[in-house]
């Protein structure tokens, strides 16, 4: 009964993790975060921490949003994570009041209840969650309030310069359906980006992306760049099901034509570019949505003993003997959809079988492995075509506003007190 009620409350507080991961507004990015003591800052906690043009970030905010971004386990240190993110939200703010656009009080309950709905909660609900770990109230509300704004921001920005077309629906329709193309064979090259060296690693990536025309020249590209498992193999992975990666990923592949290359494909560490190979269709088959359940243990980067590990656990709940002694942010076992699975977690799960460890993520010093328990097949409805054409128009945007957003950085006053 223990094991299961401490299975039950850690999947809880990842269902949280998937939430916030899922519905971060345009150009919004939340990290996927590892737990600890919340960060040491200063006794005056209203005190100024650092000014963004005529905004004032306090060490209470930041003490907050480190907090929140503890609760996602995120990557990196907690505080500096939450500078960075409360620093982009004053300029989305300030970029609001500039264009004079507000939000109204219901169209924040409607984003914090958006927002809560992905953890199956309501947003009442949702905060009680997060007042039981210290986090207040008005630090969510600040956090979707700055959301709301920012896609309002965005559509007014761009009005008139994005729009989705019948031909662009009928394609992403085509992606919806995903499980109409069962399996796909891809090629992957996985390029590091550390931190302070992500715009390198996107520049990379967009030129190999419009230079490379052939399965030779991807192939070699992957060995000289990637950082993959399947570097030296050209990056070649076999046949998958495309139900068993994230929509958006699945999307991008499905939109390619044999031998094409995806567009970089952002994930936490990394960007990723994929080439087509081949496809398998099966028209009859009916629009599914995969769920899984997967697990994530935090070990030393110690060959032997992760060869053991892998040896001796054949099921997710095996883990939990070798867990037993260690901190509680070690070992999670989730479940949640595979839009909600975070990216590199996602491109690990989707190349294993049940009971299969992969070990080839790593964090602050530890390696990460990740375990598929099991998935799920579940029929969902086919969305409407102005459901799907609000989707492309949203896709189109976020890449805009996150380029109205570093246009907005270049130009703000950004100082310590």
Known sequence: MERKAARGMRAKRVALVAALA????????LPEVPGGAAPALAQNLFAPRLYVNDAVISDYEVMQRAM????????????????KALTEDKLRLSEAKRLGIKATEQEILDGMNEFASRANLTAEQLVGELQKVGIAAETFRDFVTAGVLWRKVVRERFRGQVSASEADVDKALEATAR??????????????????NEDAAMALANRLSD?????????????????????????????????????????????LGAGDV????????????????????????EPLEVSVEWAEFLVPDDAAEIARIQADNRRCLDLYDDARGLPEDRLTITTASMAEVPRDVALELARLDAGEISTTLSRS????????????????????????????????????ANGYLEELRAAAFIREP
């Open 211 to 255: 230079e490379i025309d052939s399965e030779a020249e991807f192939a070699a590209a992957a060995r000289r760049h990637s950082a993959a498992p399947t570097a030296g193999r050209g990056g070649r992975l076999d046949w998958l099901p495309l139900s068993n990666l994230p929509p958006a990923i699945a999307g991008e592949i499905l939109g």
């Open 179 to 196: 499980p109409r193309a069962l399996r796909v064979l891809v090629s992957e090259l996985v390029i590091p980006a550390q931190p302070g």
């Open 22 to 29: 899922g519905w971060a507004g345009l150009g919004l990015t």
């Open 68 to 83: 929140f971004m503890q609760l996602l386990r995120a990557p990196g240190d907690p505080e500096t994570e939450a500078v």
């Open 365 to 400: 010093g530890l390696r990460r492995l990740v375990m598929l328990c099991g998935r799920k097949q579940v029929m969902e409805p086919e969305p409407t075509r102005d459901q799907v054409r609000e989707q492309v128009l949203n896709l189109k945007l976020e890449g805009l």
């Open 262 to 285: 995806s567009k970089p494909v952002v994930v936490p560490g990394a960007v990723v570019l994929f080439q087509l190979r081949d496809v398998a269709r099966d028209e009859t088959a």
